[in-house]
């Protein structure tokens, strides 16, 4: 992106200070401060590239060799003012983009409780022994607390885990935190001892 080689370092370095405050919920940059520099579509063009830039070297954490490589049309000393003022407020960008990924749903988890259980009949099967999982969610949805209950076998247990986990694993603009359950617990029956072992993971917005 060559375009930003027509303006000086320190107006390179103000721009992209600019360009973050934006990212962050403060005034950007004046498309009127740089009619003179750029046309209407070279300013767009620059603008998204920077703000991609941005996006991608916090939301990856892609390395600074990385992002250099992504610069290497800019002259080299305006691509280490791009990369400084990247790297001094990656903390910034970051929380913007929880924050904006917390926007995408209002609800989040608040709290959550569990009980392990023994069912021993139902009222098609006379016997189970079945360890189950009860599960308490407390969840805020625009200002309300919500409480919601589930009950669920290993089976089903171990799927939840798994959608969970997949759904951690898909690349998101930075890692949500995360609240861990772990449980073991003996299970007694007529039959002797049966053992529970699960992690339970849940993306938790803050």
């Known amino acids: 992106m060559d375009l930003i080689n027509r303006i000086s370092e320190t107006e390179c370095c103000k721009l992209c200070h600019r360009l973050v405050d934006g990212l962050c919920g403060r005034e950007p940059p004046l498309r009127t401060d740089y009619c003179s520099t750029w046309s209407l579509e070279e300013w767009l063009q620059l603008t998204h590239f920077l703000s991609a830039l941005f996006h991608l070297g916090v939301g990856s954490n892609i ?19 791009v990369l400084s003022v990247l790297r001094a407020r990656q903390g910034e960008i970051r929380h913007a983009l929880l924050d904006r990924t917390n926007n995408i749903s209002p609800a989040s988890l608040q709290d959550f409780d569990w009980q392990l259980k023994l069912a021993l009949s139902s009222d098609k099967i006379s016997s189970l022994n079945t360890p189950l999982l009860s599960l308490s969610l407390d969840v805020r949805a625009n200002g309300v607390l919500r409480p919601i209950a589930m009950e669920m076998n290993r089976e089903e247990l171990s799927s939840l885990i798994s ?15 995360i609240m861990q359950l772990c449980w073991r617990s003996d299970v007694a029956n007529g039959c002797g001892a049966q053992t529970g072992s699960f992690n339970l993971h849940f993306l938790v917005l803050v």
């Open 63 to 81: 390395s600074d060799e990385e992002v250099l490589a992504k610069l290497s049309d800019m002259n080299s000393s305006h691509a280490g003012v």
């Open 163 to 177: 959608s969970l986990e997949a759904a951690n694993k898909v690349p998101t603009c930075t890692p949500l935190p």
